[in-house]
């Protein structure tokens, strides 16, 4: 059962910032709500990246790079296809996480260079709750923002 509660999670956090991201597109991917923050796209690259990059504390490889992770938007242009795979591959990989950790597992500590020595299930729900509050941020920006 906890395995099917975890993965119900993961499904939605994924549905939530789906219903969200699926609006991006290259009319808005420059939208900031202020010269001062992030646009659109920068943020929903940070959201694939960090999620793969994550995954890699839980032992699944990947060649994504981290490139606004602790950085600046400084107006970069990201390829909204590729941000869009990163989104996508970070999310399977944490589907495939549930689904590949026994429960016991979950409470076991995994040493991180970005949190230090915290338990598989604190690390997933890091994860999770970064990801719904950037995709708040995308879905104000998309709203409200515009180009600056």
Not at 42 to 65: A, K
Not at 90 to 113: A, C, F, R
């Amino acid at each position: 059962m906890q395995k099917e509660i975890l993965l119900q999670l993961v499904k939605q956090s994924r549905k939530d910032c789906s219903h969200f991201c699926k609006n991006i597109n290259e009319e808005n991917i420059d939208f900031r709500l202020t010269e001062q923050t992030a646009s659109v796209g920068f943020i929903y690259r940070h959201i694939g990246e960090t999620s793969n990059l994550i995954g890699q504390f839980f032992g699944y490889e990947t060649e994504v790079e981290g490139t606004t992770i602790n950085q600046k938007d400084t107006g970069k242009k990201y390829d909204l296809k590729i941000s869009r795979m990163y989104f996508e591959n970070g999310y399977n990989t944490l589907e495939k996480l549930v689904k590949n950790t026994s429960d016991n597992e979950w409470l076991e500590e995994i040493e991180t260079p970005w949190f230090g020595k915290i338990s598989r299930i604190k690390l997933l729900s890091v994860l999770l709750f970064h990801n719904s509050h950037h995709c708040g941020q995308i879905s104000s920006t998309l709203l409200k923002g515009r180009k600056h």
